[in-house]
């Protein structure tokens, strides 16, 4: 396993197409996240997964946006009539669960992101 | 809702010497979780240090230490002996027990000279 994987690296797309990325994260991670990052900001939490379950969605994740885990292995987000405010880079994260259930101890294992262009 | 600051939008740093970088953060709960990370550019971000609010001890990672004032609400990060590699993005973030996601500061870029 060499860590979180993302794809693809760099997306160019018109504007209203639809844009679909990819996420496979570490294999014994229960807990996998998305966040989104522009230019001269902070990562901003979109949503994430434990195991096939989306638990929680930001305010940020608009109607337009969907994202699943179907087997509770890897994960797509969907970005449905791309808007050019939808511009920057997507990044995944992954991490497991310690033995009392939650997650606390670890930091997250980033992928290199998905870096999204709407012209 | 927690908030992450990070004043700092730029530093630099001779090779050799030593960094720090400042946080600040706003919360009423009394246990959580701090992070260093590290984004160099155009590469994936890595942890580089985190620190349990419950624990008065200051954590160390190598080069790597943390000044943690829970009462101020300061979460630092020194970096010594500071190398060429060092040079990157680098965001502070917080984590409440019991809630998942991270919250990230916008992050301070560190330039390391030679």
């Known amino acids: 396993d060499t860590g979180v994987s993302q794809d693809p690296r760099h997306k160019i797309t018109k504007r209203g197409q639809n844009v679909t990325f990819r996420c496979d994260p570490i294999?014994?991670?229960?807990?996998l996240y998305w966040y989104r990052q522009t230019l001269g900001q902070g990562p901003e939490f979109l949503t994430y997964f434990q195991n096939e379950a989306q638990l929680e969605k930001s305010r940020l994740l608009s109607d337009r946006f969907s994202a699943e885990r179907p087997k509770g292995s890897f994960s797509t987000l969907e970005i449905q009539r791309t808007e050019q405010g939808d511009s920057a880079m997507y990044l995944c994260?992954?991490?497991?669960?310690?033995?009392?259930?939650?997650?606390?101890?670890?930091?997250?294992?980033f992928g290199s992101g998905t870096r999204l262009t709407v012209v | 809702a927690q908030t992450v600051t990070q004043s700092q939008p730029e530093m630099s740093v001779q090779e050799a010497e030593t960094v720090t970088l400042s946080c600040t953060y706003d919360t009423s709960e009394s246990d959580y979780y701090l992070f260093w990370y590290k984004q160099p550019p155009s590469r994936q971000m890595i942890l580089v240090i985190r620190q349990e609010a419950y624990k008065q001890q200051n954590a160390t990672e190598n080069r790597f230490s943390v000044n943690f004032q829970k009462a101020a609400k300061s979460f630092s990060l020194k970096i010594s002996d500071s190398q060429l590699g060092d040079a990157a993005m680098y965001f502070c973030a917080y984590r409440s027990l019991g809630s998942t996601p991270l919250v990230f500061g916008k992050g301070t870029r560190l330039s390391v000279i030679a």
């Open positions: 294999s014994e991670h229960n807990r």
């Open positions: 994260a992954s991490s497991p669960l310690d033995g009392t259930g939650d997650q606390a101890n670890y930091g997250y294992t």
